[in-house]
């Protein structure tokens, strides 16, 4: 059974930093694409930040040039540096692998970016 924990939540003032982690563990053959996703409270989850197992990466162009999504195939981990935070990036934020063997979440990490 694969499970994906995410760590690096925080509450953290405007301007400042954190980053995100997200390993899996359990049997995965093959992790094709890596994500960040997040959800505010009373809007719907949205795409943060994807990189491909190749590292080709996207971003939602409100965190492009603040964001910084990477990945260690090695450790199936993925990362998220966020800089420059703003209260609006406040969320839970989830990760998402998609795999051969089909997509998973982790449960969600608390972001609160205070002004």
């Known amino acids: 059974q694969v499970k994906l924990v995410e760590s690096g939540g925080d509450v953290v003032q405007s301007g400042g930093s954190l980053r995100l982690s997200c390993a899996a563990s359990?049997?995965?053959?093959?992790?094709?694409?890596m994500g960040w996703y997040r959800q505010a409270p009373g809007k719907q989850r949205e795409l943060v930040a994807t990189?491909?197992?190749?590292?080709?990466?996207n971003y939602t162009e409100s965190v492009k040039g603040r964001f910084t999504i990477s990945r260690d195939n090695a450790k199936n981990t993925v990362y998220l540096q966020m800089n420059s935070l703003k209260p609006e990036d406040t969320a839970v934020y989830y990760c998402?692998?998609?795999?051969?063997?089909?997509?998973?979440w982790g449960q969600g990490t608390q972001v609160t970016v205070s002004s």
């Open positions: 990189i491909t197992r190749g590292g080709s990466t």
């Open positions: 998402n692998f998609f795999t051969s063997s089909g997509e998973y």
């Open positions: 359990g049997s995965i053959f093959r992790i094709n694409a």
